[in-house]
């Protein structure tokens, strides 16, 4: 009897169902539904609708039921099987994205009273306005010795829960006071399917500074920071922490009814779509870096024992593959630059060029930047369109170009966009084996690693590094879909370990792409400049984020 898993990939704008089969990896059918409203950027979707600062990204979780009650029988109609066929279902949800719910789950962004208050809605991973309360945070951490720091590469990032929820007990303490509960996307979705409220170690971890030694920060350390919140951790985010591949419960009736599912269906504990893309690349032992490449780029290792260093950005035990430590640094940026390189600064020529062809911007800037050589064009530039992960962990750094002339043409800028992603992630590279820690491999999953041969080869030769694209174009689903036959066990058709499911469901990499070694030796001078850079701006001068108080002074009418 064919047996099914489904991975539910919950992204950042839509949500993807894949269905795949558990005994040999065959992905049968998947289906991609987008969200109603987006990513909410500027005005709240009601009737007289407020307005949102800068640096603020909302989302409305109704939307998520709405698109999961259509991908799921559309990916069962793509693939030609019976929801009585599926054993599993695993879940995964860009992170850190969390919302403030009544103790029944229910959204506070629903009720009347809260519907036109911009902290009740979801708050997205890409949500930067809570800088200074991750600045604050870091600062009392620091000053108290908190033994947790270490684990989360010395500093705390503004898109993490406890900086967005200071943030709302700052600005909307009516907010605070009425939510029972804050609560990750994916552990919300994972509620909603079984009636269960269960934490997930991914994101309580990486996103909730939750470690396997010393449990969540402690109430002394909440009350220096700010006395309002000192019961955050006991009172609002509380309930059982499990690893992903356990089972969080069974599909209720009335979602199995929705969805066309066997009630009762397992269903895993929710994971991080990033971390779900390492075993869908088929990494589920340390020496292998997992790159899954997108709007962003997560980066992630297993290891057996714990090395701390400065520059990683998580670092918790059975946080990717459950009996290892997870490492994960990341950029916040990649693909999200080059588009809005195209979306802002495409020239009409480029523009032209590409509806004449049928191609995209992107093809067309992709094979001019092809034909240069490294350092060609002049340029160099930094990769922080969207703030520094890692290895800086710093939300108010921003993006740099420099050489440009009047001679400097588009695709040009194109290609040291790419460059300097590339260089963004050597930097992450080497502080691990600067650390001592072996990369034996490197495998690239995600959109960028299959659709773009010239950025992954500049990859490989910024590097010095040869690196394989995974086999799967849905590793991300795939990995979920894993996680759901690690919870359904042996006994209900799935398997007992991630080894297991990754000897039959991950099939060999697509690709691989080796340095050119002139290549190699031309990018290591521009290398160094960028160094020069990456710490001039982002140890050295507080410019860009003087620049950035003085466009948020001004945009409200005051004094820069």
């Not at 066929?85 to 962004?109: H, N």
């Not at 779509?273 to 870096?289: E, F, N, Q």
């Not at 001019?368 to 969207?386: C, H, M, T, V, Y």
Request: hydrophobic letters at 45%; one cysteine or more; charged letters at 20%.
């Amino acid at each position: 009897m064919a047996r099914y898993s489904m991975g539910l990939d919950f992204g950042t704008e839509s949500v993807r169902a894949l269905i795949v089969d558990v005994q040999t990896g065959e992905e049968m059918g998947s289906a991609v539904v987008a969200y109603p409203h987006g990513v909410i950027t500027n005005v709240l979707p009601v009737d007289g609708g407020t307005s949102l600062p800068r640096d603020w990204a909302l989302q409305d979780p109704d939307d998520y039921l709405t698109a999961l009650s259509q991908v799921v029988p559309a990916a069962l109609n793509a693939a030609g099987v019976k929801g009585s066929e599926i054993v599993a279902l695993g879940v995964d949800f860009t992170a850190c994205t969390i919302l403030p719910t009544k103790a029944d789950g229910t959204p506070l962004c629903r009720l009347d009273e809260f519907r036109r208050q911009p902290h009740a809605w979801v708050k997205l991973w890409k949500h930067h306005g809570a800088a200074q309360e991750a600045e604050d945070i870091t600062t009392t951490a620091r000053q108290r010795g908190e033994p947790f720091l270490r684990y989360f590469g010395g500093a705390i990032s503004s898109e993490w829960l406890l900086p967005k929820t200071l943030q709302i007990w700052r600005e909307a303490p009516a907010v605070y006071a009425a939510a029972d509960h804050i609560v990750e996307g994916g552990d919300w979705l994972v509620w909603q399917l079984t009636g269960v409220l269960t934490r997930n170690a991914t994101a309580a971890g990486y996103k909730g500074m939750w470690t396997h030694e010393h449990g969540f920060p402690s109430e002394a350390f909440l009350a220096a920071v700010d006395p309002g919140i000192h019961n955050l951790y006991r009172e609002k985010v509380s309930g059982p922490i499990k690893a992903p591949g356990e089972r969080a419960g069974g599909l209720t009736r009335v979602w199995s009814e929705c969805l066309g599912l066997r009630a009762g269906t397992p269903v895993s504990v929710a994971t991080i779509d990033a971390h779900a893309g390492v075993p869908g690349c088929g990494v589920v032992r340390p020496g292998t870096m997992a790159i899954i490449m997108g709007t962003s780029s997560c980066h992630m290792l297993l290891a057996k024992e714990p090395v701390f260093f400065q520059g990683f950005a998580g670092l918790v035990k059975d946080g990717i593959v459950r009996g290892y430590y997870g490492y994960e640094s990341g950029q916040t940026a990649v693909g999200d630059i080059f588009a809005w390189f195209v979306r802002e600064c495409t020239p009409a020529e480029i523009t032209s060029a590409a509806l004449a062809s049928g191609r995209s911007p992107h093809e067309i800037l992709t094979e001019r930047a092809d034909r240069l050589r490294p350092g060609e064009s002049g340029l160099i530039a930094l990769d922080w369109w969207n703030g520094n992960r890692s290895i800086l962990m710093d939300a108010r750094l921003s993006g740099l170009l420099l050489g440009a002339t009047l001679n400097t043409r588009a695709h040009e800028i194109y290609r040291a966009l790419i460059e300097a992603t590339a260089f963004g992630t050597r930097v992450i590279v080497e502080s691990y084996v600067n650390a001592g820690i072996s990369i034996a491999d490197v495998v690239a999953c995600g959109g960028l690693a299959e659709r773009n041969p010239m950025l992954m080869q500049i990859n490989a030769d910024v590097l010095r590094r040869p690196i394989a694209v995974a086999a799967s174009s849905q590793t991300v689903a795939l990995g979920a879909a894993m996680f759901g036959a690690l919870a359904a066990g042996s006994s209900n058709g799935g398997y007992d370990s991630m080894e297991e499911a990754a000897a039959h469901m991950v099939r060999s990499p697509k690709a691989r792409y080796v340095p050119v070694s002139e290549n190699a030796e031309a990018y290591e001078h521009l290398y160094a400049i960028y160094l020069l850079l990456h710490d001039q701006f982002g140890r050295g001068t507080k410019v860009m984020a003087e620049l950035r108080r003085i466009a948020a002074a001004q945009e409200h009418g005051g004094n820069a």
